[in-house]
């Protein structure tokens, strides 16, 4: 039986505090892989600004030198809302063997009242809270949570600063700042 991690995402672009809470994930809790898994719609938010490929491509060169990082693309694969109950029912149906753990900042612990089906959800998996700057780990669904450095770093912010010229160099990995200029990913929007 393997313990695997689910960091679920928009990764609009993937950044360091992805990487960062992952891996502090990952050692804590003894996990053997980590999975990303980019959304294809995300449930609570519009649509991502750059497109499913270059969001697939940004998440593999942010973890090609990781060995415990994965990619699977079951939601983008699904289409649709990528809802995680649908997510998580797919994953125990394809690896029953195995155990899933599924990785949520603390923005995501605060709106869990409104995931789909929260209630089956939770049986089919267990979450994992981490710290973000902002918001609280308080919540009356039973969840673990794992103590992760605060970084402030978050998508958005770096799509504001790229549109705007401020420096976003050392909040993605380098070959992922690469892809985005050579793109001319978030520059409008
Ligand atoms: N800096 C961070 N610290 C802790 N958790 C984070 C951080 N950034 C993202 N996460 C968590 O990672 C998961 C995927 O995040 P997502 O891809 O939506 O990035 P984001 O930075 O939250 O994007 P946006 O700013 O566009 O909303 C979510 O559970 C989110 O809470
Ligand atoms: O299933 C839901 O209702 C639901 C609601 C909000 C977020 N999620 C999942 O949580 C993960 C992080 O979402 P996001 O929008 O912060 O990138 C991603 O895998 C989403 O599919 C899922």
Not at 165 to 172: E, S, W
Request: with cysteine.
């Amino acid at each position: 039986m393997k313990h695997i991690g689910i960091l679920g995402g928009t990764f609009d672009p993937p950044h360091i505090g992805h990487l960062m809470i992952a891996e502090e994930v990952r050692f804590t809790l003894k996990l053997d892989e980590i999975w990303f898994v980019p959304t294809a719609d995300p449930p609570h938010k519009r649509t991502a600004h750059a497109t499913s490929k270059e969001r697939i491509e940004m998440v593999r060169l942010m973890i090609e030198d990781e060995p415990a990082f994965n990619i699977n693309l079951i939601d983008i694969k699904r289409g649709g809302t990528s809802y995680t109950y649908e997510t998580l029912n797919e994953l125990k149906k394809l690896f029953p063997n195995d155990q899933f753990y599924f990785i949520i900042g603390a923005d995501m612990v605060e709106y869990l009242p409104h995931w789909y089906k929260i209630n089956d959800l939770m049986k089919l998996t267990t979450f994992v809270g981490v710290k973000r700057s902002g918001y609280t780990l308080k919540t009356s669904y039973p969840i673990m949570t794992v103590d992760v450095p605060v970084f402030e770093v978050s998508s958005s912010d770096i799509r504001k600063r790229i549109r705007t010229g401020r420096p976003a160099k050392y909040l993605v990995k380098e070959a992922v700042y690469s892809y985005i200029k050579e793109r001319g990913l978030y520059e409008s929007c």
